[in-house]
């Protein structure tokens, strides 16, 4: 059985620039969940998506956007990148649209300069 | 809002010994659910321990037991017979609607040999 898998580990971005963040959720999960934790801080949910459509966001602009694919593998796009979007990314897959069985990839850093 | 609060940013704890994490949490909700993560170096997020509100019973995983305190909204993680692998970032979260879940700001523990 695959876990959770995300890509690239790291990346640097220019400010102003958009960023395409990319996660396999863990095999026959339909439910993938990102979430943005800042240095020092908690994760904070962005949004989440259940069979391609996204039934559920956090406190984030529209420029954070995704998509969910057949395969159940989901990009996070974020647009006019700010030097606060500087973060772990985590992505995370669940059997269904409980989130109590979640399963954390290992997160995308990424800079902003 | 719902928020999570950790006020031991770090804990230090000798190996064989026991070690308290603090967690409290703010919410109007009757129904809602509980979780400690791990996040060891590698960054990747770790389930630890979930607890029900509806369930008076305390949550215990081997090692791992909860005192959860509905009416103090409090949730403290007790880490028995610690180990060096338990040195690491943990994590309180709430979660009560489908598809939000709350972390702390998490807590670091150090554990000595």
Request: glycine residues 6%.
């Given at each position: 059985e695959t876990g959770v898998t995300q890509s690239p580990t790291h990346l640097i971005k220019t400010r102003g620039q958009q960023v395409t963040l990319r996660c396999s959720s863990q095999s026959g999960h339909n439910t993938v969940s990102w979430y943005q934790q800042a240095l020092g801080q908690g994760p904070q949910f962005i949004f989440q998506y259940y069979r391609e459509e996204e039934n559920g966001r956090g406190n984030f602009p529209p420029r954070f956007s995704g998509l969910q694919f057949p395969n159940y593998s989901s990009e996070l796009n974020v647009n006019?990148?700010?030097?606060?979007?500087?973060a772990l990314y985590l992505c995370a897959s669940s059997p269904?649209?409980?989130?109590?069985?979640q399963y954390f990839g290992p997160g995308t850093r990424l800079t902003v300069t | 809002a719902q928020t999570v609060t950790q006020s031991q940013p770090e804990m230090s704890v000798q190996e064989a010994e026991t070690v308290t994490l603090s967690c409290t949490y703010d919410t109007s909700e009757s129904d809602y659910y509980l979780f400690w993560y791990k996040q060891p170096p590698s960054r990747q997020m770790i389930l630890v321990i979930r607890q029900e509100a509806y369930k008076q019973q305390n949550a215990t995983e081997n090692r791992f037991s909860v005192n959860f305190q509905k009416a103090a909204k409090s949730f403290s993680l007790k880490i028995s017979?610690?180990?060096?692998?338990?040195a690491a970032m943990y994590f309180c979260a709430y979660r009560s609607a489908p598809h939000d879940m709350r972390f702390g700001a998490g807590t670091r523990l150090t554990v000595k040999p």
């Amino acid at each position: 059985e695959t876990g959770v898998t995300q890509s690239p580990t790291h990346l640097i971005k220019t400010r102003g620039q958009q960023v395409t963040l990319r996660c396999s959720s863990q095999s026959g999960h339909n439910t993938v969940s990102w979430y943005q934790q800042a240095l020092g801080q908690g994760p904070q949910f962005i949004f989440q998506y259940y069979r391609e459509e996204e039934n559920g966001r956090g406190n984030f602009p529209p420029r954070f956007s995704g998509l969910q694919f057949p395969n159940y593998s989901s990009e996070l796009n974020v647009n006019a990148l700010e030097l606060d979007d500087s973060a772990l990314y985590l992505c995370a897959s669940s059997p269904g649209e409980n989130t109590n069985e979640q399963y954390f990839g290992p997160g995308t850093r990424l800079t902003v300069t | 809002a719902q928020t999570v609060t950790q006020s031991q940013p770090e804990m230090s704890v000798q190996e064989a010994e026991t070690v308290t994490l603090s967690c409290t949490y703010d919410t109007s909700e009757s129904d809602y659910y509980l979780f400690w993560y791990k996040q060891p170096p590698s960054r990747q997020m770790i389930l630890v321990i979930r607890q029900e509100a509806y369930k008076q019973q305390n949550a215990t995983e081997n090692r791992f037991s909860v005192n959860f305190q509905k009416a103090a909204k409090s949730f403290s993680l007790k880490i028995s017979d610690s180990q060096l692998g338990d040195a690491a970032m943990y994590f309180c979260a709430y979660r009560s609607a489908p598809h939000d879940m709350r972390f702390g700001a998490g807590t670091r523990l150090t554990v000595k040999p």
